[in-house]
């Protein structure tokens, strides 16, 4: 191109501009700060023991959440969902300067909860599920043993992220391929039964979403327990995280819905919201 034409020297100009705004915008968007709020709540119900655990870490840019719903009954459920949580935390801070990717961190962990707890059960039985969330640079990255949930409020609309590991995932692949009828699977008797969670000698592989999740401004993540999916819907819940609240009082307000309905053997409920902000 020949710059010397006026012509040409004003398309080259203007290339320059367009260069100069495209680097601005690049470097200001990766420098653009993101803010996760924190919220949690959790109740006994109507249980002797609080078997869940929980727990967030945040270490620079990265933000862990974990929460653990025990089982096995008293100390023996609070004891396992305890000693999942800590042995994320503990792996968590042990390889945060490592920068290790998200998805070898849960796979590895949780495999390293399911050795530990086994090796402490002794004869005796318990277990714990396991939801797990990393947030980092923006990114949203999920782990689930068992069946509780985690769940993506966005615009409005919720969106479930992982599947309940329970026997009646598997009796659905089992009617679909035609190995029971329908009958024998809308009536089996354990097909609301866990089919993987720490602590099971036949821990399958921890359900990881395999890309990352690219958070916007304003979305909100939820971990809980079946305590609180079981008894508060879908749209009360929603309701709640729509108003102009912190993710501390939504959580509170929501646990405080599932103690007023006072449903009877109401379980051990317990809820995390992380709300992510772009700060520009």
């Not at 958070?215 to 729509?242: A, F, P």
Request: contains cysteine; charged residues 25%; hydrophobic residues 40%.
């Amino acid at each position: 191109m020949n710059i010397h034409n006026p012509n040409n020297m004003l398309l080259f100009l203007i290339f320059l501009l367009l260069m100069g705004w495209l680097v601005r915008w690049l470097v200001l968007r990766r420098c653009r700060k993101t803010v996760i709020e924190i919220g949690n709540a959790q109740t006994i119900g109507d249980r002797k023991e609080q078997e869940d655990s929980f727990a967030t870490i945040v270490h620079e840019d990265r933000v862990l959440a974990v929460l653990a719903d025990g089982m096995g009954g008293y100390s023996y459920g609070k004891a396992a969902s305890n000693l999942a949580v800590d042995t994320f935390v503990r792996e968590f801070t042990r390889t945060a300067n490592r920068q290790q990717p998200p998805v070898a961190f849960f796979r590895n962990t949780a495999y390293l909860s399911n050795q530990k707890l086994l090796e402490k059960n002794k004869g005796t039985k318990s277990g714990t599920t396991l939801v797990a969330v990393i947030i980092a640079g923006g990114y949203l990255n999920w782990a689930s043993i068992g069946d509780s949930a985690i769940m993506l409020l966005r615009s409005g609309d919720f969106i479930h992220l992982n599947q309940k590991q329970i026997f009646q995932s598997l009796l659905e692949k089992r009617y679909l391929s035609g190995e029971i009828s329908r009958e024998e699977l809308l009536n089996h008797p354990k097909k609301k039964q866990l089919s993987n969670y720490i602590g099971y000698e036949g821990f399958r592989d921890i359900e990881i979403n395999r890309q990352s999740i690219k958070l916007r401004s304003g979305d909100k993540v939820v971990l809980c327990c079946d305590g609180v999916y079981n008894n508060v819907t879908e749209m009360e819940m929603e309701k709640i995280l729509s108003r102009n609240m912190s993710p501390n009082q939504a959580a509170e307000e929501i646990i405080s819905l599932v103690e007023q309905k006072n449903v009877a053997h109401q379980d051990n409920a317990t809820i995390i919201i992380l709300e992510n902000h772009h700060l520009d």
